[in-house]
Structure formats: C-alpha cells, structure tokens
C-alpha cells in the first residue's frame, strides 16, 4: 500500500505568517509521530499520537506550535507566527507498533 | 551532551569495501536501537532494529548493540555506491510508553565507483 505522505513538499513563508503542514499516515497506523530536522542534524521529537489522543507533546519548542489528528487519521501540524528559526524539514512518521516508524518525506519550511 | 551521540563524517570509502558507522549513547534506559538511511531530500527509511544487546544480520548489513559500552554499530559489507547516503541511529526507552525516537546527528556516507 502506500506509503506516508506529506503536504505541501515546501513550503516557504514571511516571518510572522502562519503555516499549516500535513500527513497522510498508512492506512491502520494508529501511532503518529511528528518531529522537526534541522539542517545536518538528526531528527528532534516534536509530538505524538495514538489515535486522536495527543499522548506526547514535550517536544514541541513553544505555544507557536500545534498539532491536531481529530479523526485519528490525518495530522495537522500548525506553525503560528513563524519565525527564521522555524526554518527545517518537518518529518511526520506513523506506527502500528510504536517501534517501527515509517517516516513520510517531510516538508521543507523555509521562513525568510 | 545528547543522548545519543554520532560522528557526523563525511566518510568515504570505495566501492567493496567494509563500512562502519557507530553511535554511543547516554541513557542505560535505551532498550530499542534502530539504524534508519536517509538520501538527499527523502525521509528517514528504517533498515533494522535491534532489542537489547546483541547482533543482527541482514544482507549486507549487520547491526551491533553492546549496552556495558553503550555503543552502537552498524557494519555494511561489499559497500554500493548505492549506499551512498546519511545514516542515522536512534534508539528508544524501554518504557516509554510512547516510542518516540532519539536520534543521532547521522552520518554521511559516499562510496566511490
């Protein structure tokens, strides 16, 4: 079946405008994972969910930041206010077994 | 200090030869270790994991976890320019309840025709 998928692929905002990225998960996954790439670095957890229920949220870096899987399908990650620092690959992943991430391929944000 | 720790490289090898990428880690919590590619502009693609301490073997890769080190490894043999790519470890709490994953800086690979 297909694979996760992310939308839009880039995206490129004003400092201060508000963006809204998506994934797509694998059909049944019921664990979503949302994490952030900086350039050259590994990947950093932002948040997680199981179902709708948005289980982990520690990592999200301030209120700016928002996520949403109201269906428990679809996510939504929501950047208020974007800021140059914001600026990195957002990576979604979903899960049937937590241990097993099958990551989509990310949505560059580039805020100037 | 991250949790987990890896040299960024770049590394480069030519082609047919052995390759080992290494991470070490900071948490004796860590249960789960993963090994996931990543090419230019793609998303992080899981090649194996590992519970605990021990070997596993797939293809042409093997991965190695010695927890009384903390260590890590993964060992690609007959190296492809294929393999060209960034490798990133990650590893898991063993009771995390949510399965987020820590991951390493990754490390760039290019393998020579």
């Known amino acids: 079946g297909a694979g996760v998928s992310q939308s839009p692929r880039y995206k490129v905002a004003k400092r201060g405008q508000d963006v809204a990225l998506r994934c797509d998960p694998i059909?049944?996954?019921?664990?979503l994972f949302w994490y952030q790439q900086a350039l050259g670095q590994g990947p950093e957890f932002l948040t997680y969910?199981?179902?709708?229920?948005?289980?982990?949220k520690s990592g999200l870096p301030s209120d700016r930041f928002f996520a949403e899987r109201p269906e428990g399908s679809v996510s939504t990650l929501k950047i208020q206010r974007t800021q140059q620092e914001d600026s990195a690959v957002y990576l979604c992943?979903?899960?049937?077994?937590?241990?097993?991430?099958?990551f989509g391929p990310g949505t560059r944000l580039t805020v100037l | 200090q991250k949790e987990v720790e890896q040299d960024p490289g770049p590394l480069s090898v030519p082609e047919g030869a052995i390759v080992s990428l290494n991470c070490t880690y900071s948490?004796?919590?860590?249960?789960?270790f993963m090994w996931y590619r990543q090419y230019s502009r793609k998303g992080p693609e899981l090649l194996m994991y590992?519970?605990?301490?021990g070997n596993k073997e797939d293809g042409r890769f093997t991965a190695q976890v010695d927890k009384s080190s903390k260590y890590i490894s993964l060992f690609i043999r007959d190296s492809q320019p294929s393999d060209s790519a960034t490798y990133l470890c990650?590893?898991?709490?063993?009771?995390?309840?949510?399965?987020?994953?820590?991951f390493g800086q990754g490390t760039t690979l290019q393998v020579k025709p």
């Open positions: 992943a979903s899960s049937l077994a937590q241990v097993e991430q099958f």
């Open positions: 059909s049944g996954h019921v664990s």
């Open positions: 969910f199981q179902n709708e229920a948005q289980l982990d």
């Open positions: 948490n004796s919590a860590f249960q789960y």
């Open positions: 590992t519970y605990s301490s």
């Open positions: 990650a590893a898991v709490h063993g009771s995390s309840n949510t399965g987020k994953l820590i």
